[in-house]
């Protein structure tokens, strides 16, 4: 294994982990930037206000996109093992 295979592996556990947390990172910012600006006109500034809403939003949007994500973990995984067993470059398996 050269510097270039481990260089792409790298790439593609990036890719990974902006597929699996990326989604999850994008609903709390919307959800977040929408509490601030109904707090800014109501003048509340409760914390639970902003940060119970993000929990829950957060924790059901990654049961719900769990199959993908463990989908996705899972094909990166198996590729990781096929090419630590054979040694084959990334664009053969």
Do not use: Y
Request: net charge negative; proline share 4%.
């Amino acid at each position: 294994m050269n510097e270039t295979e481990i260089i792409d592996i790298c790439r593609e556990a990036i890719m990974v982990m902006l597929r699996l947390a990326g989604p999850l990172l994008l609903a709390g910012l919307i959800l977040g930037v929408i509490i601030s600006i109904l707090q800014a006109v109501t003048q509340i500034q409760e914390m639970t206000v902003s940060f119970v809403p993000k929990l829950l939003v957060i924790f059901l949007l990654t049961l719900w996109l769990m199959p993908f994500m463990l989908n996705d973990l899972g094909q990166f995984t198996n590729q990781l093992m096929d090419r630590v067993v054979t040694g084959a470059p990334a664009g053969v398996i």
